[in-house]
């Protein structure tokens, strides 16, 4: 069963029901425009190498199914057979509530960068919490572009030698394979809340959990709607880099269901005042 | 210059004079028997991206100098240029004085078994006591096998899924060396837990600065003063909470001066559209 999320649709998605509790709290491998069917081959084998199960794909060039893909993983094919395929990053993650951009490069993005070891333990306290995560894997010539990277919550890179800093795709999931297995024995420190520290050390939230992906981008869309209305958004070839940021704020915060419900309900609010007071704005 | 010590003498071997202190203090990748060329240059390329420098091979199966060892290598060229081959295991290790045999079964031999990471720390430890030390990677098929394990003082085997152990040579390799470069003690990303803390070093922030508080503050304002007047913070009894949750998500996000620039901006443009429109709200 395929997982498929509508961007940009108030949707909860559901996971496949075939996914058992411990799978569920692994993280989803992003394989984000892959080129070659070897690469995708070798980084199942390093998912099988460390026990990661949850491959995504997000429209590999070469197509799929992809027979070099399937030899190239050799006994890991199992994962290959099992991957979900999706058109676009906001479909392959709709569900999951954390998300890292894997990037030796850090952009012009405010983003926490975080080491694999690092990751591993966060990625691990959110799943003890219920949450769902991903981390999302570049093409291999040019990496993960800055509208890919926009999307997550952080980034994640290997503390490499910076004179020769090219890891290869299947090279950096086999590091954060390695280091998710290390974190087996990382204890649950109960709810996590995002990023504020002391929230982790077990803050009760009550009645809300982490927005999902599919949450946010719906709210993106109704705010950026609104603002494209006010001409806030111009000129038009800054308006990329602008939405960027503002999503990155987002995803920085670590919004709740209950606070994408709050901003939803302020950018209604705001833009609301001229129609009830009968002015239309297209 | 080429080392080669005896073997089965305890004798300390003098270095070649053009490796400097910080190259001496490094162990030694001894690839033994290694069969594909590719396989050699990937290894390289590994040692590259950890800053390990100190190649050798002993009977390369397909001789050597080896093309296709220098093409997989790539920018690590360099590393197979200086290599140093040897004829047996025994000569490859005969300066060193502490030498791991990398194999993921371990045999009917009773050695200290590390893992990559204790070993890193243990021969960082060692290089900084001035001992020299080597880790044995064994052929691709095969492993090495126990006479080669025999030579060794400890046996490094990465923890991986028993279900599916098998490791690339390159990647053994790049585990160790990833592990190497973590154990540097003037380091690396650390452990980075959140924004408020002084975790504060993870976060790349190109061109602005954080916040003051009296900045945020204004925010706040303004951004309550446009919400009171569209009746969103009703009923009074609840705006406290409200505003409250609001302001906690601002200071989650760690917002920068450009961020709550930005934001101003937002809440101006979505408060404008009526007085554009000639609309007055009290």
Redesign the interface.
């Known amino acids: 069963m395929k997982v498929k999320g509508e961007s940009g649709k108030r949707k909860r998605v559901q996971s496949a029901p075939t996914v058992s509790p411990a799978v569920m709290q692994q993280p989803a491998i992003v394989l984000v425009r892959p080129q070659l069917g070897e690469n995708i081959g070798f980084a199942a ?2 998912m ?4 990661l199960t949850d491959l995504r794909l997000v429209a590999p060039r070469d197509g799929w199914p992809n027979d070099k893909a399937h030899a190239a993983a ?3 094919a199992f994962l290959i057979d099992q991957a979900r395929i999706y058109a676009s990053v906001e479909d392959a993650i709709a569900e999951l509530n954390f998300v890292l951009a894997a990037t030796a490069r ?1 952009r ?11 990751a591993a ?1 966060e990625l691990r306290q959110r799943g003890h919490a219920g949450e769902r995560s991903g981390i999302l894997f570049g093409p291999e010539r040019s990496g993960l572009d800055n509208d890919d990277i926009a999307l997550a919550d952080a980034i994640l ?5 910076p ?5 290869s795709l299947p ?1 950096a999931v ?2 954060f394979g ?1 280091e998710w ?2 974190s087996e024995s990382v204890p649950s420190l109960g709810r996590v809340t ?5 929230a ?1 050390e077990g803050i009760a939230i009550p009645d809300t959990r982490p927005a999902t992906r599919a949450e946010l981008f719906a709210l993106f869309e109704h ?1 950026e709607g ?2 494209d ?4 958004l111009r000129p038009p070839e800054k308006r990329p880099s ?1 939405t960027r ?2 999503r990155n ?2 995803h ?4 709740t269901e ?2 994408v419900r ?1 901003w939803r ?3 209604a ?6 129609k009830a ?1 009968g ?1 239309k ?1 297209s």
Chains 1, 2 share one sequence.
Do not use: H, W
């Open positions: 084998r390093a099988a190498n460390f026990g050799a006994g890991a850090p012009e993005m405010v983003k926490l960068v975080l080491s694999p070891e690092s333990q890179t290997a503390p490499v030698n004179d020769f800093a090219s890891l090279q086999l590091l390695y297995r290390k995002g990023f504020d520290g002391p982790r705010l609104e603002l209305k006010t001409g806030f602008m940021n503002i704020m987002f920085r915060m670590g919004a209950q606070d709050t309900g302020i950018v609010a705001l833009a609301r005042r001229d007071k002015g704005v």
